[in-house]
């Protein structure tokens, strides 16, 4: 299928064939057409699907349309978790609207909010927007959500996950009842569909299939080795292989820090990216790994969710995430958009366990290697107490009976449980 048949207007064909695209991903061909329609649509997409651009091209379609209203009251809303998915998303929308009359802006907390609130009071058609900051700016009076024709919930799980249910319900209750409803989620947990029952109109549901973007094109390994040599390790792969673009994920903001330092010891130019940093740091940090002046990227699951690196040919956890649904959302940062991609597991004695059940959530064993040098020990020192590791080794969980690794959604996610350090 082409754009062409999508029902998208001239100026946005336009805009999306000089970002190169060529036809578009499936979420965009199963979405667009039923945004258009006009209907509630519920979409199960996570990062690296297209997802951005299914819900951003036809709601610029359709507020281009829409009459022309002179003071320019916002008429969408896209919802994000985070200040980078929230300024990742505006960049879309610039992007996707450069042949149009619309105009949009961006709000989120940990900035200054003046400037915020002066683009805001030149009259914007779409607020991308994170829950904190559109609440303290709507009780200032700087925004108004009363004309709201549109509101999209961009990672829908994450924003459940991060706590913002009631923030979510105090915005739903500020627009008007008559509006489309957007949810795209990774995962439709019961959560989820509790909150998309209360304030979607018979959402129709659409699924991405992971095939060409994730997990299927993904070269997945497990390197075994001690807890002690995993910075020699990881250190060696990277310049071995020569490696100059990597996406290296730790479970803290500390491990994060540290292991830059280290590789920044070494000569291998490094970032790291988390949430105690400030939006400048990161959005630093992002550009330049982009760019290709930061070799390696070191990101918390916090933080890293719901970046936009394309392309990228290597991710290594550094150290296993403690829910197994996190290492998708992990390895799903490469091979994207067709390229095939590498993601590397350094796993020690004591993370065993969620090796497993990492395993179990994809459907398949992942091949296990030793490199020679970094044979893990016989002996592996004992797990600190305060260390609770996976709770599989505490009490099995049935088999899904499942093999399928597409069906990573159907189980309720536990991100709320997981906290950076
Ligand atoms: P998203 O899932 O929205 O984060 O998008 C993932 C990546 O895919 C981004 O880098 C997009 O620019 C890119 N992308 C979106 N739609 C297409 C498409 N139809 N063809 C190729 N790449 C795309």
């Not at 062409?4 to 970002?19: D, F, I, Q, T």
């Not at 809303?77 to 980078?84: C, N």
């Not at 997990?215 to 020569?242: F, M, P, W």
């Not at 403690?322 to 993370?351: F, K, P, Q």
């Amino acid at each position: 299928m082409s754009f062409n048949e999508l029902g998208l207007s001239e100026p946005l064909l336009k805009a999306v064939s000089k970002k190169g695209y060529t036809e578009p991903s499936p979420i965009q061909e199963k979405a667009i057409p039923l945004i258009l329609e006009g209907k509630d649509v519920l979409a199960s997409a996570q990062t690296g699907t297209g997802k951005t651009a299914g819900f951003t091209l036809p709601m610029l379609q359709i507020l281009s349309e829409g009459p022309k209203l002179r003071k320019r009251p916002i008429r969408a809303l896209v919802l994000t978790p985070t200040r980078e998915l929230a300024a990742q998303v505006l960049e879309n929308v610039k992007e996707y609207s450069k042949f149009l009359d619309i105009r949009s802006t961006v709000i989120f907390g940990g900035v200054n909010q003046n400037p915020q609130v002066r683009a805001l009071r030149n009259g914007v058609d779409i607020l991308v927007a994170t829950p904190g900051r559109l609440l303290d700016l709507q009780n200032q009076g700087a925004l108004s959500l009363a004309k709201i024709e549109i509101l999209i919930l961009d990672e829908a799980d994450r924003m459940l996950d991060m706590g913002f249910l009631r923030d979510i319900n105090k915005i739903l209750a500020l627009m008007p009842s008559k509006r489309q409803n957007l949810l795209f989620s990774a995962t439709f947990s019961k959560d989820i569909k509790k909150l998309a029952k209360g304030f979607m109109y018979h959402p129709v549901l659409v699924e991405a299939t992971p095939e060409n973007s994730t997990v299927d094109v993904i070269e997945q390994k497990v390197y075994h080795v001690d807890k002690s040599r995993k910075t020699a390790l990881i250190i060696k792969l990277i310049a071995d292989g020569n490696w100059q673009q990597v996406l290296v994920f730790t479970r803290t903001k500390h491990g994060a820090n540290r292991l830059c330092q280290k590789m920044e010891r070494k000569g291998i130019s490094a970032a790291a990216i988390h949430g105690n940093k400030s939006q400048a740091a990161r959005t630093r940090a992002l550009a330049g790994f982009k760019r290709g002046n930061v070799r390696v990227l070191v990101a918390t699951d916090i933080a890293a969710r719901g970046l936009d690196i394309p392309l990228l040919p290597h991710v290594i956890n550094f150290e296993l995430p403690n829910i197994a649904e996190a290492y998708v959302h992990r390895i799903g940062r490469t091979g994207r958009a067709g390229a095939s991609g590498e993601a590397i597991s350094l796993v020690s004695h004591d993370e065993r366990a969620y090796l497993r059940d990492i395993e179990r959530l994809v459907g398949e064993k992942l091949p296990n290697e030793i490199v020679e040098g970094f044979e893990p020990s016989d002996n592996p020192p004992p797990v600190k107490a305060n260390n609770s590791r996976g709770r599989s080794s505490r009490k099995p969980r049935p088999k899904s009976g499942t093999g399928n690794r597409r069906n990573f959604n159907s189980r309720p996610r536990r991100y709320s449980s997981r906290k950076e350090d």
